[in-house]
T-cell receptor, first 111, second 115 residues
Framework: QKEVEQDPGPLSVPEGAIVSLNCTYS??????FMWYRQYSRKGPELLMY????GNKEDGRFTAQVDKSSKYISLFIRDSQPSDSATYLC???????????FGKGTHLIIQP | EAGVAQSPRYKIIEKRQSVAFWCNPI?????LYWYQQILGQGPKLLIQ????????DSQLPKDRFSAERLKGVDSTLKIQPAKLEDSAVYLC?????????????FGPGTRLTVL
């Protein structure tokens, strides 16, 4: 079992829909949870990070962490074609600074 | 603020050849990371530097991969000799320092194809 599991998709939704992206993890030592967005042939860019269980909102994006279930989510409201990208969940903790990434979910927003 | 710079952007070599990648982190960032991203996978940490010292190289295949950050700024990652399975994007990232949730800023990556 990989430390971080993420469905690679592709996930295709119409413009304006609410998108839900998820990851599960097995390492209880993870303390910080992040979502990165990666456009084709670009490096990942940080969208959101959370530390504790609960929700964190930033504009159209909401990150949710449930440490008891080892489950994190990213919600995108009013999705736009420009949101089409690969979304990577990443985790950090246990004394290590390096990030452990999921495979990434390829998201397609249809105009 | 200039981002993380990497070169070359693309490299094609034959197996058993050697190759080197260069990274210039964001000015003032003490921590530098190299990640390997194989097609269809998330990035995997290869090595972490704090200034010019190695903090974590537990996932670096040391029989063929080496990295250095001599003056605590630029870094080079070398593969010698390359194998087919080394085909991947090599991402460099930097953060202000280590510890806690420090944002890691990624460069555009070097796409390596080994034939």
């Amino acid at each position: 079992q990989k430390e971080v599991e993420q469905d690679p998709g592709p996930l295709s939704v119409p413009e304006g829909a609410i998108v839900s992206l998820n990851c599960t993890y097995s390492n209880s030592a993870f303390q910080y949870f992040m979502w990165y967005r990666q456009y084709s042939r670009k490096g990942p860019e940080l969208l959101m990070y959370t530390y504790s269980s609960g929700n964190k909102e930033d504009g159209r994006f909401t990150a949710q962490v449930d440490k008891s279930s080892k489950y994190i989510s990213l919600f995108i409201r009013d999705s736009q074609p420009s949101d089409s990208a690969t979304y990577l969940c990443a985790m950090q903790g246990g004394g290590a600074d390096g990030l452990t990434f999921g495979k990434g979910t390829h998201l397609i927003i249809q105009p | 603020e200039a981002g993380v710079a990497q070169s070359p952007r693309y490299k094609i070599i034959e197996k058993r050849q050697s190759v080197a990648f260069w990274c210039n982190p964001i000015s003032g960032h003490a921590t530098l990371y190299w990640y390997q991203q194989i097609l269809g996978q998330g990035p995997k940490l290869l090595i972490q530097f704090q200034n010019n010292g190695v903090v974590d190289d537990s996932q670096l295949p040391k029989d063929r991969f080496s990295a250095e950050r001599l003056k605590g700024v630029d870094s080079t990652l070398k593969i010698q000799p390359a194998k087919l399975e080394d085909s991947a994007v090599y991402l460099c990232a930097s953060s202000l320092t280590s510890g806690g949730a420090r944002e890691q800023f990624f460069g555009p990556g070097t796409r390596l194809t080994v034939l």
